[in-house]
């Protein structure tokens, strides 16, 4: 399939230099009256921007827009003035409640802090009205009551692209080898949690290069090695992990806040184990697969191996005690309630990463 050519790309921050309303208005300018198509991939920004941009697409009257990759907020506004808006198959979607920074630190007296709460009603009064002026633009876009989109955007949920497409946000899903799949690293995690954005829990395909590079360097290097089993392992519990999740309801849920975690512990844990100095540090791609050098790469294997007899002399010695008789344990009490405590069972990502943990300390290779 031919590479599509766009007349625009808006990325970035909306209101930033590559996502410019007096761009936008140039570009429409000079293609008055004439087809002009957008690739939109942005996490938002200025609302601002996002309405004048959705009001230039409107007045122009035949703008198609496209979204990849990851997509929320004012990028969402800007594209509701295009005649026909698509979305790639691997991207996500998102709509929220309207925020604004505050921070107070101060001394006040009685009568400032009335002051204060009076300033702080209008700004939320404020908020309120933006909320259903939007919330009335996305119902005239999906056909729906203004009602429903005022509640899925005080739920701020990432959208798949079928639920986009199924709430009508969008009028085509596409599946456009060139286009950017979604992906996500840590700083723009932290910029999501700053921004009262849920971090997303992208789709399977970004588990499945994963297991693709991983079988790939299998193939290339020593299909039996103990490197190549432990990064299929690994892909393999994420695969799973994601699998499981439940991914038709928008709000995210504490089991992929876990997963999220998981990963970042388990990079931490292979960067700790290949003692990578400053100079030459463990790195991972976009598609989360990771970078190691073959000096690094040998001291992962010789981590694995004594992880693997540490749990070998874990599993005998879980044996031994396991014939000895023990007294049954008390029950865990609440002293808040008087009532046993049941504590919740742990997740897989979760008693992945204990017994990862208590391998590495019985060997003592931790840092």
Excluded at 90 to 117: E, P, R, T
Aim: glycine content about 6%; proline content about 5%; overall charge negative.
């Amino acid at each position: 399939m031919p590479v599509k050519s766009y007349h625009m790309h808006l990325k970035g921050s909306v209101g930033g230099p590559d996502f410019d309303s007096d761009k936008v208005d140039d570009t429409l300018a000079a293609l008055d009256r004439k087809r002009v198509s957008v690739l939109v991939n942005s996490t938002g920004g200025s609302l601002a921007t996002g309405l004048s941009i959705s009001a230039a697409f409107r007045n122009h009257g035949n703008v198609s827009v496209h979204f990849v990759g990851l997509n929320a907020s004012a990028a969402t506004v800007a594209s509701l003035g295009a005649k026909h808006v698509s979305i790639d198959r691997g991207a996500m979607y998102l709509i929220h409640q309207c925020s604004v920074q505050f921070a107070k630190i101060n001394q006040l007296n009685a009568s400032q802090f009335d002051s204060l709460i009076a300033e702080l009603r209008q700004t939320r009064d404020d908020l309120d009205k933006i909320d259903r002026c939007l919330a009335s633009m996305y119902a005239a876009r999906c056909r729906k009551p203004e009602a429903e989109l005022l509640e899925l955007m005080k739920v701020g949920g990432w959208l798949s692209p079928q639920e986009a497409l199924d709430w009508g946000f969008v009028d085509e899903i596409t599946d456009y080898p060139e286009d950017v799949r979604a992906c996500i690293d840590e700083s723009l995690a932290a910029d999501f949690s700053k921004a009262g954005i849920p971090v997303p829990v992208l789709t399977e395909d970004s588990t499945a290069q994963i297991m693709a590079s991983a079988e790939e360097t299998s193939t290339q290097e020593d299909d039996r090695s103990l490197f190549a089993r432990v990064l299929g392992s690994a892909a393999a519990f994420f695969a799973g992990a994601r699998s499981r999740d439940n991914r038709t309801s928008p709000p995210l849920t504490s089991q992929q806040e876990t997963s999220t975690d998981m990963n970042r512990k388990i990079f931490n844990a292979i960067s700790a184990a290949v003692k990578a100095p400053e100079n030459e540090p463990v790195t991972a791609a976009d598609d989360g697969s990771l970078s190691l050098s073959a000096t690094q790469a040998e001291a992962l294997e010789d981590a694995v191996a004594a992880l693997a007899k540490g749990a070998a002399e874990l599993t005998a010695r879980v044996a031994e005690l396991e014939k000895a008789p023990a007294a049954p344990a008390p029950a865990v009490v609440d002293n808040a309630r008087g009532t046993a405590a049941t504590q919740p069972p742990l997740s897989d990502a979760e008693r992945f990463v204990k017994s990862f943990n208590n391998a590495r300390a019985l060997a003592g290779i931790l840092p």
